[in-house]
């Protein structure tokens, strides 16, 4: 018996859009499933329990329709939840996750035994985000049915480690489904997470460039306008190292001398919507290094058809070197 997630065969591409703080919604989600690969958003991306209650039945309904009008099935949806000491909405917006049996839980800064027990009670599943061994063996641990390496040059909130070398120091003790995250942009670099032995893609600041994102144009063209050498990594925004824009860091007035700062930790702060949409949070903007071969804002249909077609082509090309190197 497989202990990879049974969602993975059902894709039309092995992609999971990832949850993005104030720029994954409903609508991101819902065309992401409708085009075969797992859409996702925060919990907190709406500004209370009751509303973001209201989202999923929005989700839910929506991709019932599509499957009873069109005869297809939709790619499951997933939530992130911040297991955070500091997060006040965690409890409450779990006991709505499992009320609504919601496909997947993405977990984030704590992998905690009794949230994965709440989950698998109904049949759900998580996955976990971790950027080094020492995490990703604690969540093994605690019996997380996926483990989501975020990787060097990731957007939000990334590790520094290299992916050829955490996808193989993980799969030496860990057997079930693996995800990989930092700096997918395209349908080869999906291919590519695949051979090196990701059962998944996970992709974030390519589908902030969406039609469907809640981005505003302004932050989809700093990502156009941006390269690799533009995305700073730094901790003195939340307190945990992430990588943003750093135009859109000097557009606020922070220097060089202030990104060298540590803050506290406080997710239940730093993650509010409502505080977050009328401050410096509005226009400070997370990126990964995949910016760089980002050159667009597509709608996610025409995106995941771009991505299938790179990605055929990236795996025909590495079948004709099984016959070169035969």
């Not at 209201?54 to 329709?65: C, G, P, Q, S």
């Not at 839980?105 to 698998?120: E, F, N, P, Q």
């Amino acid at each position: 018996m497989s202990n990879k997630a049974p969602f993975i065969d059902q894709l039309n591409l092995p992609v999971i859009a990832a949850p993005m703080f104030l720029i994954s919604g409903p609508q991101l989600v819902i065309e992401c499933c409708k085009n075969g690969i797992v859409g996702t958003f925060p919990a907190l991306n709406n500004r209370s329990s009751e509303g973001f209650e209201e989202w999923l039945i929005t989700i839910k309904k929506a991709l019932a329709d599509f499957e009873k009008e069109t005869g297809k099935k939709a790619a499951p949806f997933g939530v992130n939840l911040i297991v955070h000491a500091s997060n006040p909405r965690m409890m409450a917006d779990l006991e709505i996750c499992v009320k609504q049996e919601v496909p997947l839980i993405i977990t984030s800064l704590g992998a905690v035994s009794d949230v994965i027990d709440r989950v698998h009670s109904y049949g759900g599943l998580v996955f976990h985000d971790v950027i080094k061994k020492r995490h990703a063996e604690k969540a093994a641990q605690a019996g997380v049915d996926g483990l989501i390496l975020v990787t060097a040059g990731a957007g939000g909130h990334a590790g520094t480690i290299n992916p050829i070398a955490l996808v193989a120091e993980i799969k030496s003790f860990f057997h079930k489904t693996i995800l990989l995250s930092g700096c997918l942009s395209t349908g080869r670099d999906v291919a590519s997470a695949l051979q090196m032995g990701a059962d998944l893609a996970y992709m974030g600041t390519r589908f902030i460039n969406t039609k469907e994102s809640k981005a505003s144009e302004d932050y989809q063209q700093m990502i156009i306008d941006s390269n690799a050498s533009d995305v700073v990594y730094t901790a003195a925004i939340s307190g945990v190292h992430a990588n943003f824009l750093r135009a859109s860091l000097e557009s606020v007035g922070i220097t060089e001398e202030m990104l060298t700062r540590k803050v506290k930790v406080n997710f239940g702060e730093e993650l509010d919507v409502d505080k977050a949409e009328t401050s410096a949070w509005k226009t400070l903007w997370s990126a990964g290094q995949g910016v760089t071969t980002i050159h667009d804002v597509l709608p996610v249909e025409e995106l995941v058809k771009q991505m299938k077609a790179e990605f055929h082509s990236a795996i025909e090309e590495q079948a004709k070197n099984l016959e070169r190197y035969a």
